[in-house]
């Protein structure tokens, strides 16, 4: 609950200028918030009318707010690598070393980007979908093991850390299919009874289901390391 809460309010606003700057066809924060659960039709309306037009994001924002936006959006990094710390039970990281996170966050962008930028695939829906769920699956395995590798300063290696990366883009998988069964039609009867407030706090609950991917697949990671400790030494 505190990596969705977290996530809602120092990442969510810095994405949402991002997907606006681009020159895209794409339909900004709101696009990339469908793709991760799944919707479509009603529900995915519902889930734009959140957010302001691209127009009038840019023509908010300024320099100081980008900026402190950024700083907002390393935070969600710095927990992050204090629960990766955790789990493998390692020492806090040095103070210096917080462009470690500013590199992760950096990294997260530009995945984001790349799995769900349109004129990256062809208009064929078919053609498409085949490659954006293998470019998904090969982009999420390569962030989070190299995540987890960068986040603890090179501590852990990295045989020790791919299986962790894998369960977490199979649990993501888990969860995108749960949200298209239960979170797809509750955001519509959600929007129909409670507006907008509705819409957030099933967007809300998929950030806790995301946190808990994001954790639950370090932990499968670290609990393989230790089933084989000599093989993998």
Known sequence: MAFAALFFVTLVPLLVVVAAALPSR??????????????????????????????????????????????????????????????????????????????????????LLLTTWRDLFPRDPTVSTALRVGLSVCAGVFYFWWLQHLLLGSRVPWSALLPGAVATVAAFAGLRVFSQLIFAPLIVSNAVSYGSVGTVLVVQSWLIGVGYTVYAGALVGHAWRRGRPRKDQ
């Open 26 to 111: 794409g339909g900004g924060i709101a696009e990339w918030i469908n793709v991760g659960l799944a919707l479509s039709g009603r529900s995915a309306k519902a889930v734009a009318e959140l957010f302001a037009s691209r127009s009038e994001v840019l023509s908010t924002t300024t320099a100081l707010s980008l900026a402190a936006l950024a700083v907002f959006g390393i935070s969600l990094m710095a927990a992050v690598q204090r629960a990766y710390e955790r789990i493998w039970q390692l020492p806090a990281g040095s103070w210096h070393a917080a462009w470690r996170q500013v590199v992760g966050l950096a990294g997260l962008v530009a995945v």
